[in-house]
C-alpha cells in the first residue's frame, strides 16, 4: 500500500459556538480524488482553510507527505505541494495573467527564476489560458477567472490541488471543459480535493465522494452510493443542489419527499 498524502486526525475548528470540524478525519492518497458536497455553511471551505494552513484547528493532527504540519503556515505548506483555490477569486487585478502565474510560482511555490517561469507557462497552458497571457486580470470574465485561479493553484506545483466552487456560474459547455481540464491534471498524477455544488462536474472526475455537514463526514465512498445514501440526502438535497442534479442521472427527491420530517 502506498503512504498517504495528506491525513487528517480527529481535527476540530470552532468559530465561538459554531462547529466547522467535528473531530473530522480523513486520508488521501497520492493522486487520489475526493469530491465534497455539504450545505452551505456546513464547513467545507473551513476544511480547505484547515488542510491549506489558512485557519488553525483548535484540536487534532494534520500530516501531509508523513510530515506534521498542523503548525505550519500557509506559505510553508503551499511550498510543501498544497495548492488551493478559493471560493472566490483572488488575482491580482492590476496585472496580466502571466505575471499572476509568476507570483504565484515565485511567492507560493517558492520556485526561483526559470522555475518560476516554467511552471508559470505550464499552468497556463494546461489551463487553457495561453491566450490570455497578457491581459489584466481584471479583464477577464467568469470562466476565464474561474481558469486563472486553477492555473495560480497549479503555478505552485502542487501535489495536492483544493478546488473550491470552481465550477459554478459557469455553462453546461464551459463546466464540461473544466472537467476535462481537471481530469488532465488528476491524470498527471495531482491529488484532488474538489468541493462542488454542481453535482454533475464533481461525478465526471472524482471516484471517492463524501458530504460535510455541521461539520462531520456524513458518507465516504464511490458517488453513486454516497448521492443515493438516505442519511446524506436528508443534509444534502433539498438544497439549491437539487436542481444541479436535474442535469444528472440521480434522482432529486420529489417536493413531497422533501418535506417529510
Ligand atoms: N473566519 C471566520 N470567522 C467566523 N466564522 C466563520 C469564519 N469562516 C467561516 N465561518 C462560519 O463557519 C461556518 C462554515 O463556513 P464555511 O466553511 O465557509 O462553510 P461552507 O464553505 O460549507 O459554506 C459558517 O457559519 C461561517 O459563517
Ligand atoms: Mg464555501
Known amino acids: 500500500m502506498t503512504s498517504p498524502l495528506l491525513e487528517l486526525e480527529h481535527v476540530t475548528k470552532r468559530f ?31 476544511l480547505f482553510g484547515l488542510i491549506s494552513g489558512d485557519l488553525a484547528p483548535g484540536a487534532g493532527e494534520i500530516r501531509f507527505g508523513g510530515r506534521t504540519v498542523t503548525r505550519l503556515d500557509a506559505a510553508a505548506r503551499c511550498r510543501l505541494g498544497i495548492g488551493r483555490t478559493y471560493q472566490v477569486p483572488r488575482p491580482f487585478a492590476d496585472m496580466t495573467v502571466f505575471e499572476n502565474l509568476l507570483v504565484a510560482a515565485q511567492q507560493g511555490g517558492g520556485l526561483r527564476r526559470r522555475a518560476s517561469y516554467e511552471a508559470a507557462v505550464e499552468a497556463l497552458d494546461r489551463a ?5 497571457a497578457n491581459l489584466p486580470a481584471e479583464r477577464l470574465g467568469l470562466l476565464q477567472r474561474k481558469r486563472l485561479e486553477l492555473a495560480r493553484a497549479l503555478a505552485t506545483r502542487p501535489t495536492l490541488l483544493l478546488l473550491d466552487e470552481v465550477a459554478g456560474g459557469l455553462t453546461d459547455p464551459e463546466v464540461a471543459q473544466l472537467v476535462e481540464i481537471i481530469h488532465g491534471i488528476n491524470a498527471e498524477g495531482i491529488a484532488v ?3 462542488e455544488h454542481v453535482v ?21 465512498g464511490d458517488p453513486a452510493s ?10 444534502f438535497l433539498g438544497t439549491e443542489v437539487t436542481a444541479a442534479l436535474a442535469g444528472s ?5 420529489t ?3 422533501r418535506s417529510e420530517p
Open 16 to 46: 465561538g459556538r459554531v462547529v466547522v470540524a467535528d473531530d473530522l478525519s480523513l486520508t488521501v492518497g497520492p493522486g487520489d480524488t475526493v469530491g465534497i458536497v455539504g450545505p452551505n455553511g456546513a464547513g467545507k471551505t473551513s
Open 128 to 132: 487553457g489560458m495561453s491566450g490570455q
Open 193 to 195: 480535493i474538489w468541493i
Open 200 to 220: 454533475r462536474a464533481l461525478t465526471g472526475v472524482v471516484t471517492r465522494l463524501t458530504c460535510l455537514a455541521g461539520g462531520t463526514f456524513v458518507g465516504d
Open 226 to 235: 454516497v448521492l443515493a445514501d438516505p442519511a446524506v440526502r436528508e443534509v
Open 249 to 253: 442521472s440521480l434522482e432529486a427527491p
Open 255 to 257: 417536493p413531497s419527499e
